[in-house]
């Protein structure tokens, strides 16, 4: 067999110079590019002239006036640096974007302006991060939208919300962070009732300013979210407005995982047992107290058919000897706990309620198969090595559950 002269192994390496990166095809170039912040996609244009048509062609646009290349001229700077690229931006949709405003003094229009740019370049994903010396209003073009699927809000106002409609059957995943602002919880079940297609909800802001319209006196409004899987809620509601409140919660009822903050099941205390939905679907809850809300958690764990996974998260209480609340043994049973097999209860302070509760969850936990258990940082070392030893007495009769100390 005859070999060939020149044997792929010896043929001559690339020459130091040689550019290599710039021999890739657009489909890849803009891939790498749209890994980058906007500033720097767009400082490639100075690299070769291979490179100068290329950025506007990306469709994923980061924006963020800390690392503008105008951010020392201020925010008049980096509004003309997004303008100009909104101007000479190309692409036939934007995948994705995102806007960071750290400087207090931006423009809310020129942001409200952006907004509605985006959402008529058919946006799909839209993330903001605003910290303004006031919160942005958000414009009625973004909440109307066919084409937005994800939304993750932070530093904007929800007040607009009741002067339009909002459609956005698209939206999969709503992320409303700990800093928006909104008048009336009537506001977030209009935004929520025009999500049909909701799947992923995050509602963790705990502001609210002057509650009291139309759903939190009458409670006309109706509200399915029957595609939704996940939920985190941390909203804090007034009493005056329970109506709204509940109706939010009755929605999340096809959920497969829950979690409560402290602030919303404070609110849901004002609620009775029949206010509490069925969650046939639901398999991981999680739930922190500000204090314990035992009666809550028995009617949650009576409407949660198929939980296998429970997390409980207790903020340190401070008890006079008699004074904690107390866990009542339901009549029945749970069925969820025929599911059961995790559970982790975090700042264990070794109370007499507490060991009935974990004692009544191996009792009827019967494939359970880890119990964690975060012991309080304030017990002493002797008060550690007492609680681990009641509960390892507990553990004998259950060979198949492993009790985790943490």
């Known amino acids: 067999m005859v070999e060939s002269s020149e044997s792929p192994l010896k043929r001559r390496p690339p020459h130091a110079g040689d550019d290599r990166i710039s021999q890739l095809p657009d ?108 919160y942005v209003a958000l414009p009625r073009r973004l909440f109307n939208c066919d084409t937005v699927s994800a939304m993750k809000l932070n530093g904007v106002f929800f007040n607009a919300l009741a002067s339009f409609s909002v459609r956005l059957p698209l939206l999969r995943a709503l992320h409303v962070g700990d800093r928006v602002l909104f008048g009336c919880h009537d506001y977030v079940v209009k935004l929520l009732a025009g999500c049909p297609a909701l799947e992923d909800l995050v509602l963790e802001s705990t502001y609210n300013d002057a509650c009291g319209g139309v759903v939190c006196a009458e409670g006309n409004f109706e509200l399915s979210l029957k595609h939704l899987t996940r939920a985190k809620i941390g909203f804090s509601w007034k009493e005056r407005c329970l109506k709204s409140m509940l109706l939010i919660f009755q929605a999340l009822s096809h959920v497969r995982c829950l979690s409560l903050s402290p602030c919303t099941v404070a609110c849901l205390k004002h609620a009775s047992a029949i206010d509490i939905p069925v969650f046939d679907k639901l398999t991981q ?122």
């Open 27 to 134: 489909v890849l170039l803009l891939q790498i590019l749209s890994l980058l912040p906007t500033k720097q996609a767009v400082v490639t244009g100075i690299l070769a002239k291979r490179w100068r048509p290329l950025w506007p062609a990306v469709s994923v646009l980061d924006l963020d006036d800390e690392s503008s290349p105008e951010s020392r001229l201020g925010p008049a700077g980096f509004a003309e640096f997004v303008y100009s690229v909104l101007l000479l931006h190309d692409a036939p949709a934007i995948q994705r974007f995102r806007l960071r405003c750290a400087n207090p003094n931006s423009s809310a229009r020129d942001i409200a302006t952006w907004l509605c740019h985006v959402a008529r370049r058919r946006v799909e994903s839209v993330e903001l991060s605003l910290s303004l010396s006031r």
């Open 285 to 406: 809850l999680e739930i922190s107290f500000g204090s314990y809300s035992w009666d809550l958690l028995a009617n949650l764990l009576q409407r949660s058919h198929k939980l296998e996974v429970l997390i409980i998260n207790k903020e340190p209480q401070k008890y006079g000897k008699g004074q904690e609340s107390r866990w009542s043994h339901p009549l029945l049973v749970p069925e969820c706990l025929l599911h059961l097999k995790t559970f982790c209860l975090r700042e264990y302070q070794g109370l007499e309620t507490e060991l009935d509760f974990v004692g009544y969850i191996m009792q009827n936990a019967r494939v359970l198969e880890t119990m964690t258990i975060y012991l309080s940082s304030s017990l002493s070392s002797e008060e550690k090595l007492q609680i681990r030893r009641h509960l390892s007495i507990l553990q004998r009769n259950f060979e198949t559950c492993q009790i985790v100390f943490n």
